[in-house]
């Protein structure tokens, strides 16, 4: 992972509004309210394949959510999921030349984030982990510098290998 990545998810986790103290539905609102659209949470039993969703249609963005698991790793895919649509992950795959026969609207909906590149992946995972740590800290102020860019690397590359 690059400093170039590690900067673009520390702006985009510190540009957004978290409620205080956190609430993962109260944060999902002002999320849909920032993008102008709203973002639907489906609960569902999931038994194996990915444990988060995200599909974006005309009307809105859904994420799937897995029922069975903790709360505090549901509220992890869903941060996660937000952050592919923070990050504008949506609508990224040339699904014209996946799938030519289908329409793109339909292959975004079905495909999710199977099709996310490795890169895609780090980002959102990365930006989850700072608006958690965030949300953790409360108002506590974020240390800066250097030394904390090169902690957050060596951390997150730990993570990724």
């Known amino acids: 992972m690059d400093r170039k990545l590690w ?3 520390r702006k985009l986790a510190g540009d957004l509004d978290l409620p205080e103290p956190f609430d993962p539905a109260e ?3 002002g999320v849909a309210a920032g993008r102008g659209r709203p973002i639907e949470l489906l609960p569902a039993r999931v038994i194996g394949g990915p444990c988060g969703l995200v599909m ?3 009307r809105a963005d859904y994420i799937l959510l897995p ?3 903790s709360a505090l790793h549901r509220q992890h895919i869903l941060l996660h999921e937000i952050g592919h649509l923070v990050c504008g ?3 990224s795959v040339d699904v ?3 799938l030519p ?3 793109p609207e339909l292959v975004q909906r079905v495909l999710g984030r199977s099709v996310y590149t490795e890169v895609q992946e780090q980002e959102a995972e990365l930006l989850a982990t700072l608006v958690a740590h965030r949300a953790a800290r409360g108002h506590e102020p974020e240390p800066a510098g250097d030394a904390l860019v090169s902690r957050g690397l060596a951390l997150v590359e730990r993570w990724f290998g």
């Open 27 to 29: 944060f999902v609102r």
């Open 67 to 69: 029922a069975n698991t």
């Open 96 to 98: 014209g030349a996946l």
């Open 7 to 9: 900067r673009r998810c």
């Open 89 to 91: 992950h949506a609508g």
């Open 56 to 58: 974006s249609t005309d």
């Open 101 to 103: 026969t289908l329409s």
